[in-house]
């Protein structure tokens, strides 16, 4: 797979700078679950004063991997630096670069280490307590988040905003594909996001292609927002009680209360 080449590639040029002292795979390609169109995922370990100059040569650390088109620092915790990045040929990639005597160990879920100089991985990698190991941790998130979107259908319609309601429905749409992954046992937030189609159910892909496409005026939004609840709703329940996990009814409750006293819907 050419992006084998990219992580060998990494692997040498990271090695080989004193700075980085233990480099691990991470994502869909340590797992074994990648393709052609996955991203490499890494993490660097760096000396400890090299992690307190990270402002200043992140950016050239990357570069090594290029030829690098675009690269970009996101916000996170002050003891790592995420970045993305990439090359001339479409390679993307992302290093988390973290300190090399960081008291915290991370979760790293599926992870291959490619080098360790000093020995020090062993300290910094947690047993894993990711949401992998734990694919329902994030259901009742999912369930509630879904009614909560649900109940701003009147925001939509009393505001004549098929804008903002076009975009809830896109956010009801993913929540369904979480919804589905968990009945399958697997948690979205634990695995690539762009990967879905290969992890549902011929049943699963029937039901998404059946659901109404959704026009651009408020009249389509509702009815489509009423066909998903119908389709989440129950399964969400049977989901729950299954895993002996409460459906959260007064929220539900509540909700259809609301969009039959503001809009006058049922569902």
């Known amino acids: 797979m050419k992006l084998d080449a990219l992580v060998e590639r990494a692997a040498t040029r990271l090695r080989a700078d004193e700075r980085v002292r233990a480099l691990w795979l991470t994502g869909s390609l ?84 490619l080098f360790d100089k000093d020995g020090i991985a062993p300290a910094l990698v947690a047993p894993d307590s990711s949401a992998a190991s734990r694919p329902l941790a994030g259901l009742a998130f999912v369930v509630e988040e879904f009614i909560r979107m649900l109940g701003m259908l009147s925001i939509v319609v009393h505001r004549d ?5 076009l975009e809830g429905q896109l956010g009801c749409h993913s929540l369904l594909i979480a919804l589905l992954l968990l009945e399958n046992g697997v948690d979205r937030n634990a695995m690539g996001k762009r990967r ?3 992890l549902l159910s011929e049943e699963q892909r029937a039901l998404l292609a059946a659901l109404p496409p959704i026009a651009p005026d408020v009249a389509s939004i509702a009815a489509g927002r009423l066909a998903y609840a119908r389709v989440f709703l129950p399964r969400a329940r049977r989901l729950l009680e299954a895993n002996g996990l409460a459906y959260p009814d007064t929220l539900e409750e509540a909700t259809r209360r609301h969009l039959r006293a503001s809009l006058g819907l049922e569902f």
């Open 196 to 198: 879905v189609a290969t």
């Open 161 to 165: 905003d098929p804008a903002i309601g």
């Open 30 to 113: 340590a797992a074994g679950t990648g393709d052609e169109e996955s991203d490499v995922d890494l993490r660097a370990a760096l000396r400890a004063s090299d992690f307190a100059a990270i402002a200043d040569t992140w950016g050239p650390l990357i570069d090594v991997l290029g030829p690098v088109v675009w690269k970009r620092r996101w916000p996170a915790p002050p003891d790592e630096v995420i970045t993305s990045a990439l090359t001339r040929d479409y390679e993307r990639f992302d290093v988390i670069f973290q300190s090399a005597v960081d008291p915290r160990p991370r979760a790293l879920g599926a992870a291959r280490l």
